[in-house]
């Protein structure tokens, strides 16, 4: 069975940083789609930033540009997304995601809809106080 399990989340200060892990078991991270979702509390879970693993392309939410970078390491089957200049608005449970599909057409553009997506980690929790 496909286990995506997510690391690195912990609480930190306005204007810190953090790196969050995605290691996958069962599934391999070539010429998929996958990436990272965030859910704070009384809000829906919402898209921070995509990647196809077969070519790089990434996706990010416009509010996330500049500030979060998604990345892969097929070497260690793990996708990360490196969190910058957090703000308390950032605070939420991060979830890793996978699709089921593999893309031999090409290139391809990983969207932001949660249906996309097949495979999903436990979360881990990302703190920003002011």
């Known amino acids: 069975q496909v286990q995506l399990v997510e690391s690195g989340g912990g609480s930190v200060q306005a204007g810190g940083a953090l790196r969050l892990s995605c290691a996958a078991s069962e599934y391999t991270i070539s010429r998929k789609c996958m990436g990272w979702f965030r859910q704070a509390p009384g809000k829906e879970r919402e898209a921070v930033a995509t990647i196809y693993t077969g070519g790089g392309d990434r996706y990010y939410s416009d509010s996330m540009k500049g500030r979060f970078t998604i990345d892969q390491d097929n070497a260690k089957n793990t996708i990360y997304l490196q969190l910058m200049s957090l703000k308390p608005e950032d605070t939420a449970i991060y979830y890793c995601?996978?699709?089921?599909?593999?893309?031999?057409?090409?290139?391809?553009?990983?969207?932001?809809?949660?249906?996309?997506?097949?495979?999903w980690g436990q979360g881990t929790q990302v703190t920003v106080s002011s």
């Open positions: 995601a996978a699709g089921a599909r593999n893309y031999y057409g090409g290139y391809t553009t990983c969207g932001s809809s949660i249906s996309q997506y097949a495979y």
